[in-house]
């Protein structure tokens, strides 16, 4: 059995770490305080040259999944304009008001990726049935679902996870994330009975500016802005050594 590890990368010194610690996939997005949202163009025509398979995250903004015609329509123009720029997939996800997933937006993001790849991120954990959830979104024509098991973390989330990969029964990929690491990748693979596995494998790492103004906020008052969340290679190469040795 040879598994899958996707890497997720917030900036354009991610996903070259992650290439340097072995990976081959990676999701791409930026503003993770977010929980991410769509990469740039310029992000992802950098990451399109770095000779890994590139999913884009289809994400407008932060907070729910509730989809305004709007931002539909900002997402659909960014699924075009990615593919342009030659991302291999896309990774989409809407819910209605009440929980469940939400098939007209959802139609549109897939009809606008045409033939490349699509998983359905995890708006799956907030939604209401994902027994249900997960046969609409295989009738959707998605390839894979990210999901933690509608749990904190993907370990906690072991239950679920290995019902659904039950219930795919190989129409669709469910690949396990949240709180992967090289400790666990394997024992979430072998108790879910998953093929694929989702990782930040990240770090945090200082800012190299030798002047900073740290009372001054871009954002939030009091937040840390002199550090970033950053793909660490050597984290990436250890989840690979963890997973290829059930492989």
């Known amino acids: ?24 996939r990676i999701e791409l997005c ?24 590139v999913h884009a995250l289809i994400r407008p903004r932060g907070g729910d999944f509730l989809y305004s015609p709007a931002e539909v329509r900002t997402m659909v123009t960014d699924i075009r304009m990615l593919r342009q720029l030659g991302v291999d997939g896309v990774v989409i996800g809407c819910l209605t008001e009440d929980g469940d997933i939400d098939i007209e937006a959802c139609r549109r993001l897939v009809d606008a990726a045409g033939d490349i790849n699509i998983t359905f991120h ?29 749990q904190s973390t993907a370990v906690e989330g072991i239950p679920l996870l290995s019902r659904l990969v039950k219930q795919a029964d190989g129409r669709i990929i469910i690949m396990p994330g949240c709180g992967v690491n090289a400790s666990n ?37 009091g937040v840390d802005e002199d550090h970033r969340k950053v793909t660490d290679a050597q984290a990436v190469a250890d989840i690979l050594k963890a997973i290829n040795s059930i492989a």
């Open 185 to 221: 990748a394997a024992h979430i693979l072998q108790a879910t009975g998953a093929i694929e596995i989702h990782a930040s494998a990240s770090t945090m790492m200082p800012s190299l500016m030798k002047f900073s103004r740290s009372d001054v906020y871009m954002g939030a008052k």
């Open 30 to 53: 930026s503003a993770l305080s977010e929980g991410g949202i769509t990469p740039s163009a310029g992000l992802a025509a950098e990451a399109c040259t770095l000779g890994l398979t």
């Open 122 to 150: 995890r708006a799956f954990d907030r939604c209401r049935c994902p027994e249900e959830a997960l046969e609409q979104i295989i009738e959707l024509g998605c390839n894979r679902i990210l999901t933690s098991g509608q």
């Open 1 to 24: 059995m040879k598994y899958t590890l996707e890497v997720c990368s917030g900036d354009i010194d991610s996903a070259m770490a992650a290439k340097r610690g072995g990976a081959s």
